[in-house]
């Protein structure tokens, strides 16, 4: 591709790297923003709880990561805000099964705080 080959290029495999680089970014981001959800429920459940601090510190991370993937992947921009009823609804039942109780059953916070930088609930 580089020195502008066309007849030597192998498209059926080229467009099978990008399908595959592709589903790898939306699994990347579906991912960060299951952890990053997860924590933020935690939070919202128990904010005076000893684990809090480093709750807090793993929001920081899963967002700071799951920001930079999708400023590398503008095409998935809109992802996270469509995933996030269906995660936040598949992580409200992981923090209950490890134990944790009162959280609201539909997601209280929009995409815009869960990815706000300085948000926590």
């Not at 039942?93 to 815009?112: H, Q, S, T, V, Y």
Request: net charge negative; glycine share 4%.
């Amino acid at each position: 591709m580089r020195r502008r080959a066309g007849n030597e290029i192998d498209y059926e495999n080229i467009a099978e790297e990008i399908e595959t680089l592709g589903r790898s970014e939306r699994h990347e981001i579906q991912s960060r923003l299951d952890t990053l959800v997860l924590h933020l429920i935690k939070l919202h459940a128990q904010p005076d709880h000893r684990a809090a601090r480093k709750w807090s510190g793993m929001v920081f991370e899963e967002r700071r990561q799951l920001v930079q993937r999708i400023e590398d992947s503008p095409s998935l921009r809109s992802l996270p805000a469509l995933k996030l009823p269906e995660t936040y609804a598949a992580m409200r039942k992981r923090a209950l099964m490890l134990g944790f109780a009162d959280i609201p059953e539909a997601c209280p916070w929009p995409i815009g705080d869960v990815l706000a930088e300085d948000f926590l609930p």
